[in-house]
């Protein structure tokens, strides 16, 4: 596996409004996956997208994948309160599955 | 869906006790467990791996004496914090996996040693 690195590493949004962040990564991947940590708890899988998609839905969720590029961007639409959390991205290799490493994620702040 | 309880959440105690923290995999059996760890505004930090009936693989600058893995099914992993001491202080995370499915978290352990 392979530390993702995400941006920006704060947003701050009212609710209502769309919330984007981008994770960008080094080497080859065989996917990526985003996962959210609200404060003080562990991480929740949110979506996983191959190397061969570019892009992936999940309810208010989008995510687009950029392989040329090494990149990856994570779209919440209509934000809620609830949404406020930190999004971590993890980019994994064709050798290593389980291991995931995270770089120091997006917090994201939905303002009522 | 898949659930992965860890306890206690919330772990106060003196400096040179050895503190276990345990990580089951409720509704399904998980090949691969691993444990990080996390310092307050910092991202996880992966320490070890751990597969039934072997011994962890630690990560790199992580001690495997002092942070003690067993994972003695498919369902329970215990990490021991031994002798810790307050540079130890931090919030742990377990996560479970099912071959070739993303993990699953649970909800992590508050540790703070006086």
């Known amino acids: 596996s392979q530390q993702g690195e995400e941006d920006p590493q704060a947003l701050s949004i009212q609710e209502g409004e769309n919330a984007t962040m981008n994770c960008s990564y080094k080497?080859?991947?065989?996917?990526l996956q985003w996962y959210r940590q609200n404060s003080g708890r562990g991480l929740v899988h949110l979506i996983l997208?191959?190397?061969?998609?570019r892009e992936k839905h999940s309810g208010r969720l989008r995510v687009t994948l950029d392989t040329s590029k090494k990149s990856s961007s994570l779209l919440i639409t209509a934000s809620r309160a609830a949404d406020t959390a930190s999004y971590f991205c993890?980019?994994?290799?064709?050798?290593?599955?389980?291991?995931?490493?995270f770089g120091a994620g997006t917090q994201v702040v939905v303002t009522p | 869906g898949a659930v992965v309880s860890q306890h206690p959440s919330w772990v106060i105690c003196k400096s040179g006790t050895s503190v276990k923290i345990e990580c089951r995999s409720l509704?399904?059996?998980?090949?691969?467990m691993f444990w990080y760890r996390q310092f307050p505004k910092q991202s996880l930090m992966l320490m070890a791996t751990?597969?039934?009936?072997?011994?962890?693989?630690?990560e790199q600058g992580v001690e495997k004496d002092k942070f003690l893995i067993n994972h003695a099914s498919l369902t329970l992993s215990t990490l021991t914090v031994t002798s810790a001491h307050p540079e130890d202080s931090s919030f742990y995370i377990c996560?479970?996996?099912?071959?070739?499915?993303?993990?699953?978290f649970g909800d992590g352990t508050r540790l703070s040693i006086l």
């Open positions: 509704d399904f059996q998980a090949t691969t």
């Open positions: 993890a980019p994994m290799t064709t050798d290593s599955w389980g291991k995931l490493q």
């Open positions: 751990s597969n039934e009936g072997s011994k962890a693989t630690y």
């Open positions: 997208i191959r190397s061969n998609e």
């Open positions: 080497t080859s991947i065989n996917n």
């Open positions: 996560s479970a996996e099912r071959y070739n499915q993303p993990q699953h």
